[in-house]
């Protein structure tokens, strides 16, 4: 009897981990050390490429507000990690960052802007064909898809924030280079990252 209790019992935790891997189909981002991104938690957002430049920073692009975002130049004999950043799930109720999910962005830093340093998507830029992400102004959402082992993209393609809205021009978060800084702009190549806890 109490055999078959036991059983019976094993039975249901294998259930039950079945039923919660059902529940989250989307993978937890981890950092480089193999630990889940969590929401609220800052982090410094690094290149998946190694000696290309440094961490995700604020850049001046056009000598005035706003800011843009971007990479910090490489700078021997250590490059710099950038700035810290602080993800936040549009779902209030995960604290784990997952793959797919909608979430914001923002810097945790003081600058001479008076303005916001969460990311949003700017506007078309006639020259280059591509969308700068920029600072300040209302969040936009963006997310964390993977694209290989221990690195990730970022993309734009609002769906958990926004079911109802038409389908917005997606895409991919990249590096382009602009009189030698190198910003992240939207509608190119995928930029691969990593991302380390502070």
Known sequence: ?????????????VSMAIISAAAQPWPAVLDIDGQPLQSGVQYYVLPGITD??????????????????????????????????????FAKEETIIRESRDLTVTFRAFTTCIQSNAWRVGEDNPETGRRFIVTGG??????????????????????NSCPTCDRPRCGSAGIFVENDKRLLVLDGPAFPFRFSRV
């Open 52 to 89: 290309v430049a440094g961490g995700l920073t604020l850049v001046n692009r056009n000598k005035s507000c706003p800011l843009y975002v971007g990479q910090e130049p490489i700078q021997r004999p250590m490059t710099s990690q950038g700035l810290p950043i602080i993800f936040k799930s």
């Open 138 to 159: 209302e969040a936009d959402y963006f997310a964390i898809q993977s694209s290989g082992e221990d690195v990730y993209n970022f993309v734009w393609c609002p769906t």
């Open 1 to 13: 009897m109490k055999s078959i209790a036991t059983l019976s019992f094993s039975i249901w935790l």
